[in-house]
């Protein structure tokens, strides 16, 4: 495993004296998939917020290929190849289903409203490139199930389509790390399995490493090829799938037996 690519070290993080993250660190290999677990409070989702840049960290290091981004703004983090997906699909209603994924690709857009007012021959170019890509992620991902629906909005979509959405918005900023903060929370077993087969089919297969959270131990089990476990705010263990499921310290702490 490339260690260089990814390294969260040392990251810590209290809330009015109440420790959230405590020293927590692990690596991420390029096309590398990695599962946090841990149970409820065990500071999964606060991991995830400091390295989106949603969230100021109180100590420790997050370097994606080379480069410390602790402390960047989420624009910026997301330029730079980060994307992520949040436990509630976090969608505009008051936009369409194409206009959704059209706008995050506007992240490193260097067009100002002067550009748009003038009628600029490159902001137009873009806008056109952008449409382009959100049209065919839409004719691509899922059978091309959201396109007929393209100027809907995301309330008209059951909650399968709209993690569906999420996706798709996340993968027209062709990000190099994918985030994604309990991606099948709430399916049903049908839509379950085609949320992994989309992860599988358009996140694994296209080399992008991911680093999910997961209370699912069938969905861990599945697609994780290195797991870390929190509690508490501290990390408690780290290895494969199969040597953390069966490790007494997370039997206690995250299946309760």
Known sequence: MDSQFFRVSGVSKSFDGLVALD???FEAGKGQTVGVIGPNGSGKTTLFNIISGLLAADGGSVVFDGTEIMGWKPHRVVHRGIARTFQSARLFNNLTILQNCELPQFTGSTSTLFHSLAFDRGEREERERVRE???????????????????????????GEQRMLELIRVLSVEPEIVLMDEPTQGMNPVWVGETLDLIEQQIAARGKTMIFIEHKMSVVMRIAE????????????????????DDPAVIEAYLGT
Do not use: F, M
């Not at 508490?232 to 290895?239: D, L, P, Q, S, V």
């Open 23 to 25: 020293g927590v660190g």
């Open 133 to 159: 890509r959100a049209n065919a992620l839409l004719s691509e991902i899922g059978g091309g199930r959201l396109y007929p629906r393209r100027h809907d909005y995301p309330d008209t979509c059951s909650l």
């Open 226 to 245: 290195r797991v870390v476990v929190l509690n508490h705010g501290r990390k408690i263990a780290e290895g494969s799938p199969a040597s953390v499921r």
